[in-house]
Nanobody
């Protein structure tokens, strides 16, 4: 199957920046949409940003202007650049990919999550 491996989380000061990465590996026919989600303790998981295979991006309102999502299709990699971080951004961040594992089947895969903690 397909595996998504995240990295880049950690502890940062408020106002700082962090860059998360997620690499997909396995039997991949084609990766379509990719996305980042996050979940804070006691809260629902929320969508952070999405990016199509052609590079079209969308953002949640609270992230737009501070966060940037990008991808490299040749490397099966998606990044999330996070700037001007606040304590409200503290959460576990998950990458997500809609992957065609064959010509006719698409399945959604999730990364293991990476913890982002913003101190103030």
């Amino acid at each position: 199957q397909v595996h998504l491996v995240e990295s880049g989380g950690g502890l940062v000061q408020a106002g700082g920046s962090l860059r998360l990465s997620c690499v997909a590996s396995g039997f991949i026919y084609k990766i379509n949409n990719m996305a980042w989600y996050r979940q804070a303790p006691g809260k629902q998981r929320e969508l952070v940003a999405t990016i199509t295979s052609g590079g079209i991006t969308t953002y949640a309102d609270s992230m737009e202007g501070r966060f940037g999502i990008s991808r490299d299709n040749a490397k099966n990699t998606v990044w999330l650049q996070m700037d001007s971080l606040t304590a409200e951004d503290t959460a576990v961040y998950y990458c997500n990919a809609a992957v065609q594992v064959s010509r006719n089947y698409e399945y959604t895969y999730w990364g293991q999550g990476t913890q982002v903690t913003v101190s103030s």
